[in-house]
């Protein structure tokens, strides 16, 4: 079993700064791509970013320039280094992970989500 913990996540003003982490536990051999998702209210969840595990990385057009993705292969864990936040940037933001518990299986995980809320 895996587990994916999100932090970081609170009340922050326009043109504030936030880093999101998450960290994955349990019974992990690698992670391949790994990747940022958030959902505002009466919307869908949505892509942010992405990283594969060689570093290679996409980013939505909304947050281009603005937000930077990182990950520690060595600690499983994941970065989201969100600046000049925005109103509309307000969501829950789940971090996502495909997880490989034995090197020929691989198995997709997500966290619980954490909130981010910008507010003047």
């Known amino acids: 079993q895996v587990q994916l913990v999100e932090s970081g996540g609170g009340l922050v003003q326009p043109g504030g700064s936030l880093r999101l982490s998450c960290a994955a536990s349990?019974?992990?051999?690698?992670?391949?791509?790994m990747g940022w998702y958030r959902q505002a209210p009466g919307k869908q969840r949505e892509l942010v970013a992405t990283?594969?595990?060689?570093?290679?990385?996409n980013y939505a057009d909304s947050v281009k320039g603005r937000f930077t993705i990182s990950r520690d292969n060595a600690k499983n864990t994941m970065y989201l280094q969100m600046n000049s936040l925005k109103p509309e940037d307000t969501a829950v933001y789940y971090c996502?992970?495909?997880?490989?518990?034995?090197?020929?299986?691989?198995?997709?995980?997500w966290g619980q989500g954490t909130q981010v809320t910008v507010s003047s």
């Open positions: 996502n992970a495909l997880v490989r518990p034995i090197i020929l299986a691989r198995q997709q995980y």
């Open positions: 349990g019974i992990i051999f690698s992670i391949d791509d």
């Open positions: 990283i594969t595990r060689g570093g290679s990385t």
